[in-house]
């Protein structure tokens, strides 16, 4: 499925001084017996959903789709761009249907809020909270000005029916209001992350309204875990990923400039930076993860990546297989002195800008490049891909002796914040 391609990183990877390290920390992913290893529920997730939950998350998107115009997920982390990734990528830019996924609780910006809640006015809408703890500061307060808004346009009893939680099982805040309120709700499991949980209803819910197949999402995710339950690192493609940015980190590279060349995968470097950054970045090590689409930032941040300091790696999803494609015309007058490109595709011309990029910093620049390939980007080959990086993270990770599934510095800034909101302190 994915093929991972060493052969532009400068120095060869040594992949072979890695094969016991990544044997014994594959056997600590498999036995859950690593730092985190509590949270590692998403490596066998496929064979452990509930497929009672799975039937009803295909039962409330179609109810979501018949009844209303807007689906507004609120949520932050974890609790949202998996799904945001996944709409965007699949759907393109500006999809043709009929409900619309927007998304807040992912931002303070009074002036970003307060735009949704005006576009909303006129629509009809539902939302679908998203909060593992169910106590996040920004997807309370636009949850709570949504309910309001929803509340005050359908009264109660139907605004209750057009409220959608995803949360823990059991604890915390949303789920009590859930349980009082009678919302449908779906389940957070206790073994997942945020940013592991994709698969679960917190991806699944917002794919599926959006029009997207979900099973053949999760069959693309299970394929992967099949596939990637291997302790080989000669040929396990997320494993010789691991190693191949762990040696370039120990190599001086501190940055990864996760590249594409597609704008409506912008959302997949938001997810990824957010999958690598949240769960390595601790104890003062880590790979700092930036993202960036080329051809178009090749025009900005392309002169910092041939020129600049020299403190970057490369890793470049190569999408063989366009979704859409369109065919360069001819015109009589060539003005504008394309008639040389006329009759190809822009797909075999955004593939030449590839290739030359990729001399260009290779050779030209001295900047190690990974290519992973990837056939295409459907439902299959995105849940595929999702879990390809998932489990590359685990061991690159473990590789720095870092846990991957604590987010202590996050609580940093949020205990600064709430001391000086004057939040009372928890009982
Ligand atoms: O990956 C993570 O754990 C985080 O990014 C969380 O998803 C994010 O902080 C949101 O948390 P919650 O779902 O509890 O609102």
Known sequence: MIKVDLSHTVTPIPLEAYIQDVKSIDKKIKERTGLGGDFLGWTTWFKDYDKEEFERIIKAAEEIQEKYEVLVVAGIGGSYLGARCAIEALNGLFPTNKVKVIFVG???????????????????FAINVISKSGTTTETSISFRLLKELLISKVGEEEANKAIFATTDKKRGALK???????????????????????????????????????????????????????????????????????????????????????????????????????????????????????????????QFIQEGSPILFETILNVEEPQNDVTITKDDNDLDGLNYLSGKKLSYVNKKAFEGTLAAHEVDGNIPNIIINLPKMDEYNLGYLFFFFMKACAMSAYLIDINPFNQPGVEIYKKRMFKLLGKPQAK
């Open 106 to 124: 992912n931002t303070l910006s009074s002036s970003y809020v307060a735009q949704v809640l005006e576009y909303l006015k006129d629509k009809k």
């Open 176 to 302: 009590q209001e859930a349980d009082a309120k009678g919302y449908q709700t779906f389940v957070i499991p206790d073994d997942i992350g945020g940013r592991y949980s994709v698969f679960t209803a917190v991806g699944l819910l917002p794919i599926a309204v959006a029009g997207l197949d979900i099973r053949k999402f999760m069959q693309g995710g299970y394929d992967a875990m099949v596939e990637l339950d291997n302790p080989d690192v000669l040929s396990n493609e997320a494993y010789k990923y691991a190693v191949a940015r762990h040696y370039l980190y120990n190599n001086n590279k501190s940055v990864e400039m996760f590249i594409t060349y597609e704008l409506q995968l912008a959302q997949l470097g938001e997810w990824f930076k957010q999958l690598f950054g949240e769960s390595e970045g601790k104890d003062h090590k880590g790979i700092l993860p930036d993202s960036a689409t080329f051809s178009t930032d090749l025009h900005s941040l392309g």
